[in-house]
């Protein structure tokens, strides 16, 4: 089985800084790796995953996370957050084929002007 | 192209009454899910399903039931509603060759009273 530890339940960050949110796992076999957001009152919707071949990977609206296999993390991070990134953050784990997703407890990133 | 679609939105009901969140996907996806999401607790399975007739049990499935007779529709049925069944509960699809990559309905908010 896997598990899926977010360090963090809650994040505050001023607009325009820096942010990294954290996410370990722990599995006994390998495992595909991916953050999710959800939006206030919506579900929830993929932001960016790791498969294999390059352990930093990027989103379309400039965040990134980097896969480390020896410190089994995949933490999030933005360079210059905005308003509209407050939203909750879940970091998700999965071994592949239909066995779905093992979530964290989320981050909620709360963006202060 | 709606997606993944959820119904109702929001319900009350009783301890000890049942019902049926109904689900139903236009994306051809061969995987269906439920999930529920609690407050700090994340997203935990409850039932998923990888084609029309085959259902199998997620982390917490004790009270629901569900059944696949179609690809579109996954839906979820909650006997002997009990207070511990409050919760959001979130349908989600994806299909046979994507790895992790759900896409999540809006969400049913059922309150047992």
């Known amino acids: 089985a896997q598990s899926v530890t977010q360090l963090d339940s809650q994040v505050p960050v001023f607009e325009e800084a820096p942010v990294e949110l954290r996410c370990n796992y722990s599995s006994s076999v390998s495992v595909y790796l991916f953050w999710y957001v959800q939006y206030p009152n919506q579900g929830l919707q993929l932001l960016l995953k790791y498969l294999s071949g390059s352990t930093l990977v990027e989103s379309i609206n400039g965040f990134e996370a980097e896969f480390n296999k020896s410190q089994t993390s995949f933490h999030l991070r933005k360079p210059s957050v905005h308003i509209s990134d407050t939203a909750e953050y879940f970091c998700a784990v999965t071994r592949g084929g239909a066995d779905g997703l093992t979530f964290g407890k989320g981050t909620h990133l709360i963006i202060q002007p | 192209n709606a997606g993944v679609t959820q119904t109702p939105k929001f319900r009350i009901l009783k301890i000890g009454q049942s019902m049926t969140l109904q689900c139903t996907q236009d994306?051809?996806?061969?995987?269906m899910y439920w999930y529920r999401q609690d407050p700090g607790m994340g997203l935990k399975l409850i039932y998923y399903s990888v084609g029309a007739g085959i259902t199998d049990k997620g982390e917490v499935p004790n009270g629901y039931n569900v059944s696949r007779s179609t690809t579109e529709d996954f839906p979820l049925r909650l006997e002997l509603a009990a207070p511990s069944q409050t919760s959001v509960y979130f349908c989600?699809?994806?299909?046979?060759?994507?790895?992790?990559?759900?896409?999540f309905g809006e969400g049913s908010r059922l309150t047992v009273l």
């Open positions: 994306m051809n996806h061969n995987y």
């Open positions: 989600a699809s994806s299909y046979l060759e994507s790895t992790g990559e759900l896409f």
